[in-house]
């Protein structure tokens, strides 16, 4: 078993349990909205072509096999760790978890990463132009001192957040459907795809890998389970009713961005694809006001991110699986201090040194290889029943999650190499973390790491 070697009153702070049902389902749409349909709907389209609704739904589909594992995870042990827990209660592997730990908050900082960019480059840029790197400096600063501030006040910030990207999202659907009615747009677009390059199958799987980055977050809700009320019947209700909720969304905005523009307009357009939709589907709306929008979504895409990072960083540390000091909690405002900070200053060392594609799909690349081993540890854990009640997925779900997920992961799929490059170079930090953690632990316990445990804190 994983020890504490906290003193009684570091163990009697914990996290405060204050999210509902309704504050989840708004974390978890908030979490999928923003980022990957803001500003990533030009780079699929450019591997797609007018079929741009298809690898949304694939995406959908591959992101679905996938929660319904950590839905039956998260109701056997409502704990902050999610993955990696997982990992360690299935595997037995230190260094396995470890790993899967790392991944995952890299995504997170990844993706937080990508709407630090598509703020300040494509948003922020339609008011005042300015470098990214201090663009970079301030939002990342911002959204570590709401962190720190509370989960509370973190996650009813997201649901105004939420509220207002899912507007500008309405709007374009409004826009959109208007026009069409009114006979603009082409929709034989929705069936045609790129007539160079790589075959069908490969432009659809390369389509897909880089549109699962908007769907990717139902996953970090899981870390919030220590301060969710009721988790076991809390979060299959609002993962699922919130991944149907945003793909019916996503559907209809690529289907109409499809009909309106065409597929080499919306990729030589980039992040601002959705900026082109709106011009040609209402020429006189103002653009400014769908920017301004499109600021609050990418930021809140980014705060929910860093929420997520920052608790797996704590949960980690209370399973022992990294340093301590990473479990620190400040006394007054109950919120894992040292886990924010670091956190925010990887997310900003990936703002000044990669792009926004390279990080949308670095992103999506390190959640499809740690959702490869989620949907195996499913299936390893169910010999090791627990004595409450639970969600349990059905069999045929993991199965096909660790067949998608894992095609996806891998050059086949279509996936540029610079993804692989960039999320070596991650993982490779991440041995490098591993080793000294190691050596510290050794110093300090002089008789090397604890022994895989069976997944406790060793709270009392």
Not at 19 to 41: C, E, M, N
Not at 53 to 78: C, D, I, Q, R
Not at 320 to 348: D, E, K, M, N, Q
Request: glycine share 10%; aromatic share 8%.
């Amino acid at each position: 078993m994983v020890t504490d070697s906290r003193g009684p009153a570091e163990k009697a702070i914990g996290l405060r349990r204050v999210i509902g049902p309704s504050l989840l389902l708004f974390f978890v749409i908030g979490d999928i909205l923003g980022t990957g349909i803001y500003a990533l709907i030009g780079s699929v389209a450019a591997r797609i072509g007018g079929a741009l609704w298809l690898p949304f739904l694939m995406a959908f589909l591959v992101a679905l096999l996938t929660a319904l594992s950590y839905l039956e995870l998260v109701g056997k042990y409502p704990r902050a760790a999610g993955a990696a827990l997982y990992t360690q209660l299935a595997f037995g592997v230190r260094f396995l978890t470890f790993m899967v730990a790392f991944a995952v908050m890299a995504s997170g900082v990844t993706s937080a990463a990508s709407a630090a960019t598509a703020f300040g480059e494509t948003y922020l840029a339609e008011f005042l132009p300015l470098p990214l790197w201090l663009v970079g400096f301030v939002f990342l600063l911002g959204l570590g001192l709401v962190n720190f501030r509370g989960v509370g006040e973190s996650v009813r910030a997201n649901v105004v957040l939420t509220t207002v990207e899912l507007s500008g999202l309405l709007i374009v659907i409004a826009v959109g459907s208007w026009a069409v009615a009114h006979g603009h747009g082409e929709p034989a677009r929705l069936v045609q795809f790129p007539s160079t390059g790589s075959g069908g199958w490969t432009a659809i799987t390369a389509a897909t890998s880089l549109a699962f980055f908007a769907m990717v977050g139902f996953e970090d809700s899981v870390n919030m389970a220590e301060e969710t009320r009721d988790p076991g019947s809390t979060f299959p209700r609002a993962i699922l009713l919130g991944m149907a909720v945003t793909a019916a969304i996503y559907l209809v905005i690529a289907g109409l961005a499809s009909t309106l523009v065409p597929a080499t307009d919306l990729a030589a357009e980039g992040s601002g694809a959705l900026l082109r939709v709106l011009q040609v589907g209402a020429p006189g709306f103002p653009l400014k006001v769908f920017a301004a929008i499109g600021l609050i979504a990418v930021v809140n895409s980014a705060l929910i991110n860093m929420l997520m990072a920052s608790r797996l960083l704590y949960g980690m540390a209370n399973e022992g699986i990294i340093p301590r000091s990473f479990g620190a909690v400040h006394r007054r405002r109950r919120t894992p201090w040292v886990a924010i900070v670091f956190s925010s200053l990887v997310a900003y060392l990936l703002v000044i040194t990669s792009n926004l594609s390279l990080l949308g799909g670095t992103t999506s690349l390190l959640l499809l290889a740690v959702f490869t081993i989620v949907n195996v540890a499913v299936l390893v854990l169910r010999r090791k029943p627990v004595e409450h009640a639970h969600f349990r997925a059905p069999t045929w779900a993991p199965v096909l999650g660790v067949l998608s997920c894992g095609y996806l992961a891998t050059p086949l799929s279509g996936r540029p190499p610079e993804q692989f490059v960039v999320a070596g170079v991650l993982l490779s930090i991440g041995v490098g973390l591993w080793v000294i953690n190691l050596v510290l632990v050794s110093r300090t316990t002089q008789a090397g790491p604890s022994p895989p445990g069976d997944g406790t804190s060793g709270r009392s």
